[in-house]
């Protein structure tokens, strides 16, 4: 059940202020009996909510008289006070953040082969966004068959905004997709590609025939793979995640020839109804 307290009021407070709105204008004494707020108390949480302006005084009566501020105004004026403590506390976070994203990145990378697996379909689209987001000089994305998996829809926005993010960065893009991949975009990730990657100068996008799984190259360095159920070939299984810079250098020899023979895409030109 929603309360007063969760804006911000204390008990008393919140006592004080629903007992103003049933008694209408009266003093700090009558209020003390009606809210059941000690009188002890009474004139320290009449200030605090004069403080939060949800309360008018009359300093001209003797005794003093205060009235309640119409609930309307009093919520909008709590939710306001709540939403500024919260921004406060978002950039109070967001620094700590910053601070701590420059002292983390001072640590040795690690060095040698390493590598993690994701099961199913929530954990595996995770992994693959995380890798995408560590990037930091290129990324090659290939898509050679669609993914039972994967939604291409919500996983293509998703995928998108990372490469968004990866751009403003200043890494590389090359995207190299089947045209059955192209066909089977929905029209709101094809309009993404084109009003926000299509034109910018280190992104490109281009189609082959017959390409070889689908894979992702990060940093040169770095490789993420869909693995098809051994079972099913048809149903993706897994997504693995491999570092190791000889392994990646293999990738890296198998792709630049399809990519130096693949058609240029222009994404404007697509219809990306699926």
Known sequence: MASLRDLGLSEYEARAYRSLLRTGATTAKELSRASDVPMGRIYDVLNSLEQHSLVRSQAASRPKKYVAVEPDTALDR?????R???????????SVVDDLTDELETA????GQF?????G????VDLLLER??????????????????FDLGRVGELVTGELEAALDRGVEVSVLMSPEIVDSLPRSVGQRYVERLEDHPRFEVRT???????????DDVEVCIEVPNPLDPGEAFAMIDLKDADFAADIREMFDPRWADADVLSLSTVDADG
């Open 78 to 82: 709590l939710l306001e006070t709540k």
């Open 84 to 94: 500024r403590e919260l921004e406060e506390k978002a950039e109070q976070y967001q």
């Open 108 to 111: 040795e990378p690690v060095q």
């Open 115 to 119: 590598w993690t697996a994701a099961v």
């Open 121 to 124: 379909m929530d954990e595996s």
């Open 132 to 149: 995408l987001s560590a990037a930091d000089d290129s990324l090659v994305i290939v898509a050679g068959a669609l993914s039972p998996q």
């Open 208 to 218: 082959t025939e017959q390409l070889p799984g689908t894979f992702n190259l990060i």
